[in-house]
């Protein structure tokens, strides 16, 4: 857990001492950092500005001091740039600007020359579509995740929702329902076509002929009523055309 989240929102440290312990409490994680509250958040809640300015300012010597370039910052420059970031950023967190620091000093966003302000900012800028891109791929996860979940209510390989799926269609009372299978189609016409699918004629054959009839039901019926949708095909016809 961060420790954003490990303390109240107006309790961030106040001393040198403790920004140093604090800082060294940060994540380099991002999946961790993403959900960290912003600036503006902190600042919205009572956090004094100069409490976040020193802070991001020691990260930011912190990072210059790892460094050997010609053009490192020079005295008090960190404390402008840290100004300046909350003006211009205040969607960053606290964990925001340690990360991408802590990567742009490793040559993540490329070849280091220099330390100040327009390095930094082109940090920001990278980092910030890192973030975007692990925020899009997260949810297309959760959605993916959450198709999957759909999709297991229908598995035809799950005997139990099958049989309660095919049980309320047939109750639809006085309506058309979704034909049974009969034995004809499992020990006559079914098992040639259970021949032609590869599939050996007995238990797996059944299991084929009930699997067909569900996905013709979810094609042709209406999943709620039981009743054919218009453009419906007759069960025959579906499975010949699936050849």
């Not at 001393?15 to 140093?20: A, G, M, P």
């Not at 600036?39 to 912190?62: P, T, V």
């Not at 238990?203 to 039981?226: F, P």
């Amino acid at each position: 857990m961060h420790p954003m989240s490990q303390q109240p929102l107006l309790n961030l440290p106040k001393t040198i001492d403790e920004i140093n312990a604090f800082i060294s409490l940060l994540s380099n994680r991002i999946s961790e950092v993403v959900s960290t509250p912003p600036i503006q958040q902190l600042l919205n809640q009572g956090q004094k500005k100069g409490i976040l300015e020193a802070i991001i300012s020691l990260l930011i010597i912190k990072a210059s001091h790892s460094l050997s370039v010609s053009g490192n910052l020079k005295q008090g420059q960190a404390d402008q740039i840290a100004k300046q970031i909350i003006a211009d950023y205040p969607l960053l967190s606290i964990e925001d600007i340690n990360l991408l620091l802590s990567n742009g000093i490793k040559g993540k966003y490329g070849e280091i020359y220099r330390m100040d302000i327009s390095v930094i900012y082109s940090w920001i800028r990278s980092y910030e579509e890192e973030k975007a891109e692990y925020i899009e791929e997260k949810r297309l996860l959760n959605e993916k995740k959450q198709v999957d979940i759909k999709d297991i209510a229908y598995d035809p390989l799950n005997d139990a929702i099958i049989n309660d799926f095919l049980d309320k269609l047939a109750s639809a009372g006085g309506m058309r329902k979704v034909p049974k299978v009969t034995k004809e189609e499992l020990y006559d016409d079914g098992k040639m076509k259970a021949k032609s699918a590869g599939i050996k004629f007995g238990s797996q054959h059944d299991n084929w002929i009930r699997d067909m009839k569900i996905l013709w039901a979810k094609d042709n019926t209406d999943l709620y009523t039981g009743r054919l949708i218009p453009g419906a095909i007759d069960f025959e016809t579906w499975l010949e055309n699936r050849k």
